[in-house]
């Protein structure tokens, strides 16, 4: 069975927050190819907030870089958190200041991977976090 699809049979929804578009195609073919559906990739922090309040009763995951222009990753996190209960959300980033990392952890991201990315490690980390139960 592919890992992007539920037990009912119904395939994870994802949304990739990732302002390099060459990253976020990587991400998104990785995925599709085990059957997730990507409802939207943003490109800034601006997008993902729309994405986040279009989608929000149906994204699964969504998967987020720091580095973003307009609205960063960091900012749009806080923004989704002040909104109520946080989706499951995974960062992919070149940020890798250990103090960073561990306050999106202790505040509700539920992982954090450094870039590059590689495939069989980003879909173990994604199954790990889709099984997981979202912090109130």
Do not use: C, H
Not at 45 to 66: A, P, R
Not at 77 to 95: T, Y
Not at 100 to 121: C, D, Q, T
Request: aromatic share 8%; charged share 30%; net charge neutral.
């Amino acid at each position: 069975m592919q890992a992007g699809i539920a037990a009912t049979g119904r395939p994870y929804n994802i949304i990739i927050a990732e302002n390099s578009k060459f990253q976020a195609k990587q991400l998104q073919q990785i995925l599709e190819s085990e059957g997730f559906k990507i409802l939207g990739i943003a490109e800034t922090g601006k997008e993902l907030m729309k994405m986040y309040k279009e989608f929000k009763q149906q994204v699964d995951l969504i998967t987020i870089e720091i580095f973003l222009p307009e609205v960063d990753g960091y900012a749009a996190f806080w923004e989704m958190k002040d909104a109520g209960v946080l989706p499951r959300i995974m960062f992919i980033s070149e940020e890798n200041t250990p103090s960073v990392v561990k306050i999106l952890l202790e505040n509700g991201a539920m992982e954090y991977m450094i870039k590059p990315i590689k495939r069989e490690k980003v879909l173990e980390k994604i199954k790990e976090v889709l099984m997981r139960i979202p912090k109130v």
